[in-house]
């Protein structure tokens, strides 16, 4: 029997204030707006084979819109990349 080995990230995000005073719309931090940021940003920094070799075990398992935290899981042999990967999102 084969056991997954996983990483477990806790990330928080930092919201530009002056965003909603500029006449943006607000950013609604949810499961699939994370989800959706950090597999974009493997698909532009290390191309589909990148972003097809870290979705194995990569899942956005917690989100609090209030404290700006998630919890994200990856593969252990992934994370670094998933991680590199959180550090270039810069918008959504």
Known sequence: MVGFKNRYM?????L???RDLAGHDPIIITQF???KGIKDSILVNFGECGLASSLGSFQVKYVNPTTKL???RALREEYQKVWSAITMVRST
């Open 33 to 35: 707006n994370v989800s």
């Open 70 to 72: 998630c919890i994200i």
């Open 16 to 18: 530009d204030p002056n």
């Open 10 to 14: 806790i990330v928080e995000f930092f």
